[in-house]
């Protein structure tokens, strides 16, 4: 069994509709919680970051975390042609200064104009 | 803003050769990483280096080495590639002493064995 799991999707949804992309977990040590956005032929870049079961909010998105059932939800709002990527969630053990991250297999999203 | 160099975006080589890949950061992060990157896979952690010589193993370090002579730049060695070497490589960064575990990606480079 993989230590993060995430549908790779592809999800397709019309523009201005709510988005959840969601990522499952089995170490229940990891603490830290992100989620990279990937364009095509780019490398992944920092969406958001919480260390926090409960929610996160910047801008349209907002990132929730539920550590008691290790499960990581992403939420788009009012979703735009340009949230069109590939959205890898991310996690971390902290072993502080050296550490590894455990990423998801990624889930592909379109969103039509 | 930080900004992570690959030397390569696409790079095409032969089976046995000795293949280098340049990563160059330019804020004095001290944590660096080689991901490889494959469908249905995801990223994968080659090595990591926490300081000037210093490097650690990740999960899929076989048939790889690296290099770290000075702080800002991180090499990945293919000492002999092999076609299931065949990938897309991500290098990234990340300053030490925070509690902030962004990392920050190159734009990758597209390796192809032949």
């Known amino acids: 069994q993989k230590e993060v799991e995430q549908d790779p999707g592809p999800l397709s949804v019309p523009e201005g509709a709510i988005v959840s992309l969601n990522c499952t977990y089995s170490n229940s040590a990891f603490q830290y919680f992100m989620w990279y956005r990937q364009y095509s032929r780019k490398g992944p870049e920092l969406l958001m970051y919480t260390y926090s079961s409960g929610n996160k909010e910047d801008g349209r998105f907002t990132a929730q975390v539920d550590k008691s059932s290790k499960y990581i939800s992403l939420f788009i709002r009012d979703s735009q042609p340009s949230d069109s990527a590939t959205y890898l969630c991310a996690m971390i053990a902290s072993n502080f200064g050296n550490e590894k991250l455990t990423f998801g297999t990624g889930t592909r999203l379109t969103i039509i104009p | 803003d930080v900004k992570v160099t690959q030397s390569s975006r696409y790079l095409v080589k032969r089976t046995g050769e000795k293949v280098f890949l340049e990563c160059v950061q330019d804020?004095?992060?001290?944590?660096m990483f080689w991901y490889r990157q494959d469908p249905g896979l995801g990223l994968r952690l080659i090595y990591f280096?926490?300081?000037?010589?210093?490097?650690e193993k990740g999960d899929i370090p076989e048939g790889y080495s690296v290099s770290r002579e000075k702080k800002e730049r991180f090499s990945l060695i293919l000492e002999s590639a092999s076609t299931n070497q065949t990938s897309m490589y991500l290098c990234?960064?990340?300053?030490?002493?925070?509690?902030?575990?962004?990392?920050?990606f190159g734009s990758g480079t597209r390796l192809t064995v032949v």
């Open positions: 804020m004095d992060h001290e944590n």
């Open positions: 280096s926490y300081d000037v010589k210093m490097k």
């Open positions: 990234a960064s990340r300053e030490r002493q925070t509690f902030n575990y962004g990392y920050t």
